[in-house]
């Protein structure tokens, strides 16, 4: 009967020690941190601790620092000051009125006074700018007997132009035209040189006169007492439309531009002639 109960006791020793552990575990057993790899783990080995201790108060301003303070806000101006605006570049200076060679100029006045011309010499003219010339000329007879009245400032090839076309042209012509023994007198001009725009308009581009390079004539005077005035004629079937168109077509030959009465609404009254230079030599005849 003992012997039978020895190996059920032994049996139960096991079991019992089994149930006594069971009952010690935690019913929610603590998970392990997870270790930190590669980089991150040598930062967070790295990182301080954060201290503990709490960050002292800022000391409050005393009387000295108040008083600099209000010295500072004093000091400051009730308005800030507003920039000067950046000043603009100044413009350009104007051009010199451009040179005249030498030897055209001599051989230009020679031809002049061959032709009975009268002119003087100025100094040279230098306004606000393009205007002026660098030998400009008064003249006072456009060539020997005729007046060029009121007498007018020119450039010599503008003077040597005018004078060439009166002999060569005006006065022939009207030797068929008007008379066998009409000789021309008087050329009454009604602007020579002039600082202004073209056909005075503000913003336009500068006027041939302003250059010495044109003039306008208003009348061609004869021995006889007979005035040619000019005015549109373009229709004007009488000798006198047809002695003035002619010798406005003569004048393209010695002017590289001309205006004839009628040919805009600014020129109803006198003829415009102006020796411009232009690319090919070309020539603006109306």
Known sequence: MASSRKPLTVALIPAM???LMALDLPDNPPVPEQRPDGDAAVEA???PTPATEETPEAAEPGPAEDEAAEKVEDDLPEEPPVPEERAENPPPPDPKPPEEDDGEFLRCTAALTALGT???VLEPIDEEGACGMARPLKVTTVMEGV???PEGTMRCETALALATWAKSYVEPTA???LS???RLTEVEQASAYVCRSRNNVDGARISEHAKGNAIDIRSLTFSSGETVEMLPRMKDGSVTGAFQRTVSAAACLYFTTVLSPGSDATHQDHMHLDVIKRKSGFRYCR
Do not use: H, M, T
């Open 17 to 19: 020690a089994l149930c």
């Open 45 to 47: 080995e790295a990182a």
């Open 118 to 120: 009268e002119y003087e």
């Open 147 to 149: 007046a060029l009245s």
């Open 175 to 177: 030797k068929i035209a």
């Open 180 to 182: 066998p023994d009409a």
